[in-house]
């Protein structure tokens, strides 16, 4: 039950800051710096307990690769996406909604959405679950790292999303048109088991 | 006594910043990347010493948790309001007064700072004080990321203060109203043992 | 073979991220802190599988410091041009083409080019094929650090590219000019061997 | 002897990033992340050899509370100067003068470069020269970090200097007027030893 308990409160923290931060007034592109450092106290705080995925396509790539059990993969997408909802009526409630939803084209944004969520899981999987990397302190700033470079390079075409989990809090919070949510449900899925994939066959000699 | 002397060092370099980058000429949305930093930095600092505190939400947090002496915690809290205290009337000598106070609506605030307060005495609690994390080279860094994402998520809605001592130190400069001080005492202490709590709550298996 | 895969992902992450975030809409002068998000990510993600060069200077100083077989230096460098130039054509493929390549200055582009070219390559040799350093979580930040603070310092006076695979994906991006490339191959590799003798200097001792 | 150099070099590009990012076209904000990050990388580069001070003030300090040779200080101060003085010609060649010198007024510098120089001496002490926290991997980033918040909290002030050679380094460039050079030595310099004094006296029962 504590794992779900972490993948609650970290996933709410990360959508939490996510739709703050773009709502007006917003902070424009200071946001990903945001985003990126949020997600690294989260995953430092969580990560020994409930390994921090906080994204749907994280666990699905952590199952491939086989580190975490079949039976806790659907109550973690569950528990995420819930965390989500809650926190996109979190800051509903706090900041109001947008404008509009931001516009996608939606080819360039699947290649980006594929391309940085592959990156992200794929640095995951060799900072937190790989036997070299065991004992490290920078697996939390990599990660972040990771998601504030996706933000800034294709948070214009696609919104730097990776995440399904964040898409459905964009999609209540009104940040994303809710006929762009298969673009991430896809894209993200995808990425992920790309990522579990190239892992496997680079470690396939370990 | 040294646990004293930190902790006034820490808290008045933590305010003094806050003063100088939010006081004009202003750094405007660079703050809370520099209030991040000179946190982080006091926080390696001093953290081997008096635990890194330098707020006493996290104190009360830290003492519910079971991590400092019960005579500790007031000497510990006493200390961090007088360095914000000074810490403000350095600012004052520096830079002046700011116009007018920024003005914040109470019931999002209080949302607001109780949610980051939890956030941040979570992480604090899960990177600094947790046998699991013992010996990590990251616990600085997630501190002060938290506090930065906070200033960047609700800086808008609450100022994004998290700390009592911050508080008094703010509202002594000018940058907060007097008649706010309660939003924040009230959401920081009770979002700190929140924390405490969900802490105890998630490792009562340990 | 894992080595240069590992080269070819981080390579076309490094450049993708270079392109998406120089051309329009660009992201200004928050670049250069994706960039060295990118790099220090994919360095955590893959140096203990490749050495994490990305960079033909960072593996011929390897090379030149004796930290690689000779017989991998040409597939490493053959690998990450390629890896640029795919990173490239996706990059085009997204977002266009810029409206015209920027306009350098040849001495002091060579100049400053030499100079973080030889910063970049210390910083690596110190700090991730050192006995001393041996062990540490920072290597990743203390790379990346270097390509972020290169590219604001010298960003406006050579692009600030301190790699020749860089070099040649923005080349193909149509961000520099076809004839400035020289400047690149030259200079970079000029400050890779000066850090590689440098480093034996220092170390003559050990 | 290989300790003067590693002084140099890291001085030198401590004083040319400096440099390069405040002279026209300047990078304006993000001067102070450029700063704190090509510290941080070069002291990760060169702590393991000279002890990476790249700061009469912190060699001073650091003599006084005793880490270093007496035979060492004044060649590592030389050096240091030196070194700046080599990184402004350089900026000169590669970037022209700025137009002006930046005004300051005296008291309020002097107190700040005092606060901030000592609050970089005392975290260099604690961070890099105490047995509680020998091995850390964090010691670069709490470093310059200190200096990226000093620089945005009183570079409005003073400058945000915190370091003697650095203050020979922008009077040659012109950013500082000659007339201003004295604030710096003396506040520097008094910043640091109140640091070794504060040190002691918090480990005088180590």
Redesign the interface.
Known sequence: M?KY??EF?GTF?LV??IG??VIA?G????????????L???I???G??SGAHYNPAVTLAVWFRGKINSGDVFPYIITQIIAAAVAAL?VL???GNPESPMEISAL?AI??EI?FTF?LC??IL??AT?E??RG???????????V???A??????SGGVFNPAVAVGITIMGISAPSSIWIYLFANIIGGFLAAA?YK?????D
Chains 1, 2, 3, 4 share one sequence.
Do not use: C, R
């Open positions: 504590k308990f972490v409160i923290f939490f800051t703050t931060v007034p902070i424009g592109l200071f946001a990903p710096l945001a985003i990126g450092a949020v690294t106290a989260m430092y705080a969580g020994h307990i979190a409630f706090i900041k360039p290649v980006a391309l990156a794929l640095v060799e900072v790989s070299t990397t490290n302190s920078y697996y939390g700033i990599a990660i972040g790292f990771t504030m470079a996706g800034y390079a294709v948070g214009s075409v190239i066959l680079i470690h396939s000699d």
